[in-house]
């Protein structure tokens, strides 16, 4: 069992220092570094994600550790991998969040042990309740976007309006309340733009006028890559098609398939924008209380999403679209102003670097590292030239039948867009995937040559020194973050 004194460290950092700054972590569901202008979108504008990125630094390379919703969130709060907290999957290990609470420190709970008042509002989806928060308002499970219902403190309301802007104001009321004597730490997480895609009503016609490119894989044959090409219920054509009960009749396959893309990806970036707009007003309440001067904010998503990408909706697997994920941090009194930062980060990182800039001992238990010295201009040495990526979540394997899977009640164990498990290696260059419930089945990308990931050189023997490289690596890294693997 984890004890106070593990959690305030030897020396509390608020007996000596005499002002802390304040703490506030955003983080989105499903969003996607190309939905946001800083990152270079040209379809929708993001004044609010632009001005964190003006005002501190955008990570060019952040990655998550495992691309699905309830681990990525366990991986912040505690800075460990999937396999050190417990949260594999979605739904299994998803009640291990008791495992965390009784043996792992999470970032919340350090702060509060610390002097910080802790909050989080939003969407939660870890299967047992917030542990270490002063107040919790949060959504059960995924959550609705009109009319939700929200667990205040354990206690169900119904809150009337867009789950967006009922999540900022449950934030901004928390704020207000808050003293400004005593640090704080707000964990503001939203649903949006995570499935069903729905904008608030006033966004919705946002995009109406636009005509959205399709990404460059966007017909992806899979060629040479055997698990992609089974992945048929992540093809978005097919996988939504229930979703738009408005969908015109007649239309053949492709443009039924460019009918639902652009329905779907216009749907999210307004659902998207929907957030920026409300990042704005909590940006204003902290510049007009006089806060913004000394409040850490960090933002991020919890995992990548495709849009479109290799004909897909979804994440899991470790090509780019699921692995990438935007990260923007203001840190007033260090952070360079309008930096971008090439080095790798990931979002086991996000724990130790918010502890870091508080000023309190980083727990041992945490993995990541603190990313400070990245935000103010400085590399160290023994910086990590690689990562390391796992995906556990497994189910029956349907080959070629997942439309079949989800309209026929005979397939009740069928649980739709899991992907084989895997584990791999990502280099500045390179990525090598082992699907190790495949007989041997690899993948290696030379992303230099080959940024969309479309051929498969694992085999190829002009790469067998490098995949013989990576496989060391790869062996490396698992024994460096304790992984004792899953076959």
């Not at 955003?26 to 570094?33: A, G, R, S």
């Not at 609705?144 to 104001?169: M, R, S």
């Not at 749907?267 to 409300?278: F, M, P, T």
């Amino acid at each position: 069992m984890i004890t106070r004194r593990q959690l305030l460290g030897s020396a509390p950092a608020f007996l000596a220092a005499p002002k802390r700054p304040n703490i506030l972590y955003v983080m989105t569901d499903d969003h996607v570094p190309r939905a946001m202008s800083c990152y270079g979108s040209k379809v929708l504008r993001t004044p609010n994600f632009d001005r964190l990125a003006e005002e501190g630094c955008r990570f060019e390379n952040a990655f998550c550790t495992n691309s699905l919703c309830a681990p990525a969130r366990a991986s912040v709060l505690t800075g460990t991998y999937s396999h050190i907290n417990g949260v594999i999957g979605n739904s299994e290990g998803a009640d291990a969040i008791e495992h965390i609470e009784g043996k792992l420190a999470m970032y919340p709970q350090v702060l509060k042990a610390n002097g910080y008042r802790t909050a989080v509002v939003g969407k939660w989806h870890i299967q047992d309740p917030p542990q270490g928060f002063d107040y919790s308002c949060i959504l059960p499970g995924q959550g609705l976007y009109f009319d939700p219902v929200f667990l205040e403190n354990g206690q169900k309301k119904t809150f009337k309006g867009y789950a967006t802007d009922i999540t900022t104001d449950l934030a901004l009321a928390w704020l207000k309340q808050q003293s400004k004597t005593q640090p704080w730490c707000l964990v503001f997480q939203h649903k949006s733009p995570h499935r069903p895609f729905l904008p608030a009503p006033r966004h919705a016609k946002l995009l109406a006028n636009t005509d959205v490119p399709h990404p460059e894989t966007y017909d992806d044959d899979y060629a040479s890559r055997k698990l992609a090409r089974e992945a048929e219920d992540m093809k978005f054509d097919i996988s939504l098609e229930p979703d738009y009960k408005d969908m015109p009749k007649g239309m053949n396959a492709k443009q039924k398939k460019d009918w639902i893309y652009q329905r779907f990806v216009k749907d999210y970036y307004c659902s998207a924008y929907g957030v920026d707009e409300n990042l704005g007003r909590v940006l204003e309440h902290l510049d007009k209380t006089g806060q913004a001067a000394n409040t850490v904010v960090v933002y991020s998503s919890d995992n990548g999403f495709f849009l479109g990408d290799h004909g897909w909706y979804d994440k899991r697997f470790m090509y780019e679209p699921s692995l990438r994920i935007p990260l923007l941090i203001r840190y007033p009194d260090g952070a360079r102003k309008g930096a971008v930062v090439r080095d790798m980060a990931l979002n086991i990182d996000y724990a130790p670097t918010i502890l870091d800039l508080a000023g309190v001992t980083v727990p041992a238990s945490m993995q990541g590292r603190s990313l400070r010295p990245l935000l103010e201009g400085r590399t160290p040495k023994d910086w990590r030239r690689s990562m390391y990526y796992t995906y556990y979540e497994d189910s029956w394997r349907l080959r070629g039948k997942a439309k079949e899977a989800m309209t026929d009640p005979s397939f009740q164990f069928f649980t739709p867009h899991r992907v084989s498990p895997h584990r791999g290696v990502r280099t500045e260059r390179h990525k090598l995937i082992e699907y190790y419930r495949e007989s041997g089945y690899w993948e290696l990308f030379d992303l230099a040559k080959d940024p969309n990931e479309l051929r498969n050189v694992a085999e190829d023997p002009a790469y067998a020194t490098i995949r013989r490289d990576l496989t060391k690596e790869l062996g490396r890294l698992r024994a460096e973050f304790r992984d004792p693997g899953r076959a």
